[in-house]
C-alpha cells in the first residue's frame, strides 16, 4: 500500500496540496496549516496510507508544495 508522509511542522499553510488533493489535505483552523486526513503522528510526522487511486494527486500535491514536506510512498 502507499503511503504519504508529512511534515507538517514545516507547513506555510500555502494550501496547494488542497488544491491538489481536496479528499485528503484540509486547511487547520488552529493553526493555517495542512492537514494530513486520515493520518496517524508519529513524532514529527503524520503518515497515512492510501489507495492506487490517490497517488497521481497526491504526487501532484507534493510536487507543488513550495517547502517540499509531503512525500508519496507508492
Known amino acids: 500500500m502507499a503511503k ?3 511534515y507538517r511542522n514545516k507547513c506555510i499553510g500555502c494550501n ?3 488544491e491538489q488533493a481536496p479528499s485528503r489535505w ?3 483552523d488552529e493553526d493555517g496549516k495542512s492537514d494530513l486526513k486520515g493520518s496517524i503522528q508519529k513524532k514529527e510526522v503524520y503518515i497515512a496510507e492510501i489507495s492506487v487511486d490517490e497517488i497521481e494527486e497526491n504526487k501532484r500535491a507534493a510536487k507543488d508544495c513550495p517547502v517540499s514536506i509531503i ?3 507508492d
Open 4 to 6: 504519504i508522509i508529512h
Open 16 to 18: 496547494s496540496c488542497v
Open 26 to 28: 484540509s486547511i487547520s
Open 71 to 73: 512525500k508519496v510512498i
